[in-house]
Every structure is written in C-alpha cells, then in structure tokens.
C-alpha cells in the first residue's frame, strides 16, 4: 500500500500558485493569456465571496512552498497518478487533463477555473457539511453544482461558482444570491449542467442535475478527479489528543489575554489557533 502524503499547508497564508504546462497537445488559449484570466478571476470574483486570494506565477515545474496547476494531455498521463491531490511537498494541486476536456466538449480555460475555485474554496478535499437531507452530508464543491455555466474574464471563458450561501440550508429561496451568475435561485439547488457528490449509508455517489447530465458524466473520464479522489477513502483520521492539546494552548492563552487586560491579544490566539487547524 502506499505511503500516505499528508498536507503541510497553512490555510492562513495567501498561497503562491505555481502554473505550468505539461501537456502535449494545444490548450486552445494562450497560456500567459489564461493565467492572467484567472489572476482577475480570483481577484475581482473569488475574493470578495470567499475570501482566499492567491498569486499565480507562470513555472516550468513544482516551486518549493507554493500549491500548483499542472496541465497533463490525460488523466493516465504517466505520472499523473503520482500527484494524487498533493505536490510532493504536501501543497494542493489542480490538475486540467487537456486531452479528456476538449474531447468532452468544454473549454479548457473553464475546467481550469472550475478546479482553481474548488481548490481555493476546498484545498484539502475534505469539506463536508449538513444539508436539506439529514441523511445525507454534502461535499463542499464549489463549481460542480453549476459547472455547466461560464461567463467571460478580460474574454477568456471561466466557470460560474457557487457562493457560500448555497450550503446554508436556512436560506429563504431568492433570498441571497446563490452564485456568480445569479441561476441558483435556493440553497444545494443544482442546475440540469451540473452535479452534487454526496455521502449516504457509507457511500459517496452524485446527485445530477438532469438525466442528460448524469448520462454525460458515466461518459467522461473522472480519473483523477475531485469527484473521484473523495471516493478513495485515503484521508487520515484527525488526531484527537493533538486537537485537545491545542484547544487547551488555546484556552490558557484566552485566560492569560483576559487577566492582562489585552483585548487584542484574544484576537491574536484565536487567529493563530484557526490556522492550527486548518492546516
């Protein structure tokens, strides 16, 4: 059995993204061009939603310290397999199969972006959370739902997101804006292009928007994809005594805050104690 990769990444830090192209055949969109799309994508639209900024920075290969974007032809490229969700360092990668997006039909600039958001939103792949169904937990994907759906950045095509809204299930219908492009109009409504991965009776499996979504996925290729890297059941369970140990750093630290009269200094542990763990 392999050895399991963990992450070393910090959720707090602003990330540096390395982006390079490793595939074969032509991306249909200039490489400079798209990268610096998607730097306006995350600024002007990512940010102000969810609030995870990151820096692009064209590579021929892996930066130490920084997550990545690899452009592979497919999802069997030799060597993509080695990737699995982490960089050799242990930071989160997007990986777009050239390839198996333009066979499909769609724009390689939008699966890009769909798995930029997804990775910025949920690096780790391990966001889950309650939702309409009390049997059922469903994954925080954050393109899936609408990923039929672009709409133009600086004129290169980007995928629409969901907001944060979306996963929250007390949300009046019409009440808030679900996502980007302003379809979604109800809380995990998913559109007749897009999908939802769920968790139910000890299986994951997708909920999709339409039959004819759901015939195009059995279609493509997933290998290597989010949807697929969830159903390997290769996270590591959290380490209970660890979280309890620094919950309780936590705790002394607020008391010490109070008895010195600081009232930054409350501010300061919990932000440190969040990033803990998130990382």
């Avoid at 049997?135 to 709409?151: G, H, K, N, Q, R």
């Avoid at 909920?207 to 159903?231: I, P």
Wanted: charged share 20%; proline share 6%; net charge positive.
């Amino acid at each position: 059995m392999p050895k399991p990769k963990f992450g070393a990444f910090n959720q707090g830090d602003i990330p540096k993204i390395a982006v390079f192209n490793k595939a074969t055949i032509p991306l249909g969109v200039d490489l400079d061009q798209l990268i610096a799309a998607m730097q306006v994508y995350i600024n002007q639209f990512i940010v102000p939603v969810w609030a995870t900024p990151a820096n692009l920075v064209k590579s021929t290969g892996f930066i130490a310290g920084a997550w990545a974007m690899v452009f592979l032809d497919d999802a069997d490229q030799p060597g993509a397999l080695a990737y699995h969700d982490l960089t050799p360092d242990g930071f989160p990668i997007a990986k777009v199969f050239v390839r198996t997006t333009l066979q499909n039909g769609d724009l390689v600039s939008v699966s890009a972006s769909h798995e930029l958001v997804e990775m910025l939103v949920d690096p780790a792949i391990n966001l889950m959370t309650t939702g309409p169904d009390p049997a059922i937990i469903y994954a925080y994907e954050s393109a899936d739902p609408v990923e039929a759906l672009t709409f133009p950045v600086t004129g290169i095509s980007m995928s629409d997101f969901v907001y944060p809204a979306y996963f929250e299930v007390f949300r009046k219908a019409g009440s808030v804006k679900f996502d980007q492009l302003d379809k979604v109009t109800q809380p995990f409504q998913i559109l007749p292009g897009g999908y939802q991965i769920i968790f139910k009776a000890g299986q994951w499996s997708q909920v999709f928007g339409s039959a004819s979504k759901k015939k195009a996925f059995v279609a493509e290729d997933r290998r290597e994809h989010r949807s697929q890297q969830r159903t390997k059941a290769q996270l590591e369970r959290a380490d209970l005594k660890e979280i309890a140990k620094e919950e309780a750093k936590a705790a002394a630290g607020l008391r010490g805050a109070r008895k010195s009269g600081h009232s930054n200094a409350k501010a300061r542990v919990l932000s440190r104690f969040n990033r803990r763990k998130r990382t």
